[in-house]
């Protein structure tokens, strides 16, 4: 088998309800989750009319008048929740030419003095007008909640994949009503003709276990780096999820699920924009990956040194998981990303990663 791909592989979630088809199932995905890191997930369990409403909601929320947009900006909430106009988030400290509503599942706040500032980031989502958009919030919630399940489900299936007990990761998630929260996105890149770069999102490294995409419009665009540092293409197929992992479930599973470096380019001149949006799997704030050590087979460990070592790629690293609890190396992922909220909620951490101020793209709100 061919250690370094030139296209990514298309799995087919409906095989997992029968015995047969699973283990065939869990087979592609060994075989994606170690040379690949991305996989393309058809007949995903999530409603078909949730997905469609929401794919239809997405361009009448980015036409919202832009006053109320600006009345649910993130610069409102401490938990990074709300709206970006373009050109607000750094990727490597580059801007990024994208727009965006980050929503979450449902999460009443925990903290309170003396716990860890690391948990104010787990919060009320702010919602647009309901009057302006009506049912979307429903919808969209409705949307997270499945693919939180999803989520779970295929934790389970990665476990079996790699020769654990299908509860070996269960540590990481507290799974009592409310207690975890997932973050979702709603993302709008606009063709190059009004933004001044292609850095749609700069390569990166997700943070987290896994990310399932729904790539909303036929816009190609989003990129993946093999091994040997090329760009593949990772084209929308309709009906179908884009799952990858992010740097702590790399991590946990000792390198064995690869974090695999992705990038968006803006559409070309001319274009409509691109739409998409992703879904971020979070794990409990407090746990320290290296508290929690898993025994893989040796037969699984051998398909990871038979794929060969990754290249150094130039993107966000997360380099604190080994020593951080999850939620500190989150939060300071989203000061980096976010320093004009940072400024705002953050002000001892925003001065310690922007010792010369907030970086050029201007002034807070
Ligand atoms: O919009 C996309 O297709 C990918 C976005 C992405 O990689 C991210 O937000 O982490
Ligand atoms: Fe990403």
């Given at each position: 088998m061919a250690t370094n791909f030139t296209s990514v592989p298309i799995l087919d979630y409906s095989q997992v309800s029968s015995p047969e088809s699973r283990s065939a199932f869990v087979k592609e995905l060994r075989y994606a989750l170690i040379n690949v890191g991305f996989l393309y997930l058809s007949n995903p369990p999530v409603a078909g009319e949730d997905i469609q409403a929401l794919i239809d909601y997405v361009p009448r929320l980015f036409a919202l008048p832009q006053e109320e947009k600006d009345k649910i900006r993130m610069a409102n909430s401490q938990h990074f929740l709300g709206y970006s106009a373009l050109g607000r988030e750094l990727t490597k400290g580059k801007t990024d030419q994208r727009e965006q509503f980050d929503f979450a599942t449902e999460h009443e706040n925990r903290w309170k003095p003396g716990d860890p500032e690391y948990l104010k980031l787990w919060g009320p989502s702010q919602w647009p007008d309901e009057t302006l958009l009506p049912g979307f919030k429903a919808t969209m919630l409705r949307y997270l909640n499945q693919v939180e399940q999803l989520s779970y489900d295929f934790i389970t299936l990665l476990s079996e994949a790699f020769g654990?007990?299908?509860?070996?990761?269960?540590?990481?998630?507290?799974?009592?009503?409310?207690?975890?929260?997932?973050?979702?996105?709603?993302?709008?890149?606009?063709?190059?003709?009004?933004?001044?770069?292609?850095?749609?999102?700069?390569?990166?490294?997700?943070?987290?276990?896994?990310?399932?995409?729904?790539?909303?419009?036929?816009?190609?665009?989003?990129?993946?780096?093999?091994?040997?540092?090329?760009?593949?293409?990772?084209?929308?197929?309709?009906?179908?999820?884009?799952?990858?992992?992010?740097?702590?479930?790399?991590?946990?599973?000792?390198?064995?699920?690869?974090?695999?470096?992705?990038?968006?380019?803006?559409?070309?001149?001319?274009?409509?924009?691109?739409?998409?949006?992703?879904?971020?799997?979070?794990?409990?704030?407090?746990?320290?990956?290296?508290?929690?050590?898993?025994?893989?087979?040796?037969?699984?460990?051998?398909?990871?040194?038979?794929?060969?070592?990754?290249?150094?790629?130039?993107?966000?690293?997360?380099?604190?998981?080994?020593?951080?609890?999850?939620?500190?190396?989150?939060?300071?992922?989203?000061?980096?990303?976010?320093?004009?909220v940072a400024q705002r909620h953050y002000p001892e951490l925003f001065k310690h990663f922007f010792p010369q101020g907030l970086p050029e793209y201007g002034s807070a709100y």
């Open positions: 654990l007990s299908s509860d070996a990761l269960d540590v990481f998630f507290d799974k009592s009503p409310g207690a975890m929260q997932h973050r979702g996105k709603v993302v709008k890149y606009p063709a190059l003709d009004s933004v001044n770069s292609n850095q749609g999102v700069g390569p990166h490294y997700d943070a987290g276990f896994l990310t399932f995409l729904l790539q909303v419009s036929p816009h190609p665009g989003l990129q993946v780096q093999n091994l040997s540092g090329e760009w593949i293409d990772a084209p929308p197929i309709p009906g179908t999820f884009v799952v990858n992992i992010g740097k702590a479930l790399e991590t946990v599973t000792q390198g064995l699920a690869r974090a695999t470096s992705h990038r968006v380019l803006s559409p070309p001149r001319g274009s409509t924009p691109r739409y998409s949006i992703p879904f971020f799997q979070n794990i409990r704030q407090d746990i320290k990956l290296s508290d929690v050590r898993l025994e893989f087979p040796a037969d699984v460990l051998k398909l990871k040194e038979a794929r060969g070592t990754t290249g150094e790629t130039d993107s966000v690293n997360f380099s604190e998981y080994d020593r951080l609890p999850s939620g500190e190396v989150n939060l300071i992922g989203r000061i980096k990303s976010h320093p004009d």
